[in-house]
């Protein structure tokens, strides 16, 4: 059982998602891509886990492209990513707009045939832990 909050970055619109994971991918798919601005998004899929918007659920609206399955829910005042619930009933939570610290590990890459170009061994780029000086 799983019992998760979240919020987007201006703050207006609050939720949380009660019940099991199924799945966590990356998925590398032009679509996530564009939609992110990212090499990749980041959902955790629910079959049965239920979404409920404590704040601001109507400063939330959901783009979907048309001719395909790809939709996505976004704060209208910032633009942040937020749950959204398909057609399937299938519940899709961005990882990044959760507060609740995420617990499981991703579970796979997906759609890596439309990787992006510079989206290798990023594990051997430097990092530093804020702004580089
Ligand atoms: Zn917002
Ligand atoms: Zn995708």
């Not at 109507?58 to 209208?76: E, I, M, P, Q, Y």
Request: proline share 4%; net charge negative; hydrophobic share 35%.
């Amino acid at each position: 059982m799983t019992h998760y909050f979240g919020s987007c970055l201006c703050g207006n619109a609050k939720f949380e998602v009660q019940g099991n994971c199924d799945g966590f991918y990356l998925c590398h798919c032009k679509y996530c891509q564009k939609d992110t601005g990212s090499a990749h998004a980041a959902n955790l899929l629910s079959k049965s886990a239920t979404l409920t918007w404590l704040a601001g659920s109507d400063s939330v609206t959901t783009f979907t492209l048309a001719g395909t399955r790809h939709k996505k829910s976004f704060c209208k005042v910032c633009g942040s990513a937020l749950p959204s619930t398909h057609d399937t009933g299938l519940l899709v939570i961005p990882a990044g707009c959760l507060d609740t610290e995420v617990s499981i590990s991703p579970t796979a890459h997906i759609f890596t045939s439309s990787k992006a170009v510079w989206d290798e061994g990023l594990g051997d780029v430097p990092e530093f832990e804020g702004l580089p000086e």
